[in-house]
Structures are given as structure tokens and as C-alpha cells.
């Protein structure tokens, strides 16, 4: 089946610095990527959408210049939290969408990134 | 805008026994899609069960199985012969039929199959 990779599974940085985190569809072309933020037993909170080649589209609330998303090819999608402080400190979830009918039959979920900023 | 709700925040069952998760949402659309994922501590999250609107007929899969009620605009989850291994947080989502739209979220139901 459809796979998403999502690397770093757990990253723990300094603050003022930046991480990046990527996704890559395995076995897919994924034509949009959604990026979710996950609070500790709470629901997934969607920050962006991203389609290859084009800007990514923010959610309200969200900083787009914070929270930098690259999509330059259907493979892959990063996502750069810049001047990473406490605050943002999360679970971070990619999430891909497929081409053609596979794209009703829900989204494939990248394993998700644990930040911790210190 | 849609609006998805789980009001069940946590349930438990004991092992082999059938629980039912509630999720109501509210929408103007006529065709969408509706699915449960799961997300057990590993915290990936796994699709369990996709429903189509248009269709009446209850989609089912293997111990999973749902309740449609489209007027009613509600959509629980049956999970029979429950196994430890189905202890996760659950979540209802709604997407619009037009393909590229976003996944909208439920709170979630974290659930525990006791042995």
C-alpha cells in the first residue's frame, strides 16, 4: 500500500534555531501534502496544505513564515519550523494525497515528528 | 464550514466484548466521504473504515463496521470481539467529495480494551 516516510521521528533543538522536516511518498506521486500540528491527547490540527510547485496555503493562526513549507516535487514536501522556540514544541504529521480514485479512499499518514525545543 | 464531534472522550471494554464510538457532524454538503482512523501509541495514524454518502449500505471491515445515518448526520463505529491491540485514540473524519480537500477532525475518543 501507499507509504508516507516522515524524517526526523524525534528532534530536540535549541532555541533561535531552525528544523526541517521531510516527507516522502514511497510508492506514490503525492500531488498535495497536508501538514498537521498534534497536541498531547488532542485532535490533529491542520496548519497547511501544500500542492507541488505552488505556494502552500495556510490555515488562520498560522504563521507562514514561521512555519516554512517546501513542496518541489510529488515525492516530497518539508516543513521548517524557523526560530524554533519552546512554544513549538509538538507532534508534527504529514499527510499525502494520491492521484486518480486513490484519492477518496482517505489520505496515507507520514509516522510523524516529535519536536522538542529547549 | 464542516464540523465534526465526538462526545465520548474516552471509553473502555473488556476484551472480546463489541463497543460503539459515536460521531456526529454537521455539513450542507450531499456527497462526501467519512472515515475512523486510528492512532494507537505509536501515534501513526491508520485509516480503519471509509463510508461513501451516497452509498446506503454500512461499510464493514472484518470487526469494524459503522452506522450511517445520513439524515441524522451520524456515523459510530462497531468494534467487535475487541483485542488489546485496539487500544488507540480514535478519530472520526469528513472530507468533501471534491478531491484535495482536507480531512476535517473529530476530538477524538481514546480507547481501552482491558484484558
Known amino acids: 500500500g501507499a507509504v508516507v516516510s516522515q524524517h526526523p521521528s524525534r528532534v530536540i533543538c535549541k532555541s533561535g534555531t531552525s528544523v526541517k522536516i521531510e516527507c516522502r511518498s514511497l510508492d506514490f506521486q503525492a500531488t498535495t501534502m497536508f501538514w498537521y500540528r498534534q497536541f498531547p491527547k488532542q485532535s490533529l490540527m491542520l496548519m497547511a496544505t501544500?500542492?507541488?510547485?505552488?505556494?502552500?496555503?495556510?490555515e488562520q493562526g498560522v504563521e507562514k513564515d514561521k512555519f516554512l513549507i517546501n513542496h518541489a516535487s510529488l515525492t516530497l514536501s518539508t516543513l521548517t519550523v524557523t526560530s524554533a522556540h519552546p512554544e513549538d514544541s509538538s507532534f508534527y504529521i504529514c499527510?499525502?494525497?494520491?492521484?486518480?480514485?486513490?484519492?477518496?479512499?482517505?489520505?496515507?499518514f507520514g509516522s510523524g515528528t516529535r519536536l522538542t525545543v529547549v | 464550514a464542516q464540523t465534526v464531534t465526538q462526545s465520548q472522550p474516552e471509553m473502555s471494554v473488556q476484551e472480546a466484548e463489541t463497543v460503539t464510538l459515536s460521531c456526529t457532524y454537521d455539513t450542507s454538503e450531499n456527497n462526501y466521504y467519512l472515515f475512523w482512523y486510528k492512532q494507537p501509541p505509536s501515534r501513526q495514524m491508520i485509516l480503519v473504515i471509509r463510508?461513501?454518502?451516497?452509498?446506503?449500505q454500512n461499510a464493514t471491515e472484518n470487526r469494524f463496521s459503522v452506522n450511517f445515518q445520513k439524515a441524522a448526520k451520524s456515523f459510530s463505529l462497531k468494534i467487535s470481539d475487541s483485542q488489546l491491540g485496539d487500544t488507540a485514540m480514535y478519530f472520526c473524519?469528513?472530507?468533501?467529495?471534491?478531491?484535495?480537500?482536507?480531512?476535517?477532525f473529530g476530538g477524538g475518543t481514546r480507547l481501552m480494551v482491558k484484558p
Open positions: 463510508q461513501e454518502a451516497y452509498k446506503q
Open positions: 473524519a469528513f472530507m468533501k467529495q471534491r478531491a484535495g480537500n482536507m480531512l476535517t
Open positions: 501544500s500542492n507541488e510547485g505552488s505556494k502552500a496555503t495556510y
Open positions: 499527510s499525502a494525497r494520491g492521484t486518480g480514485e486513490s484519492a477518496y479512499y482517505g489520505y496515507t
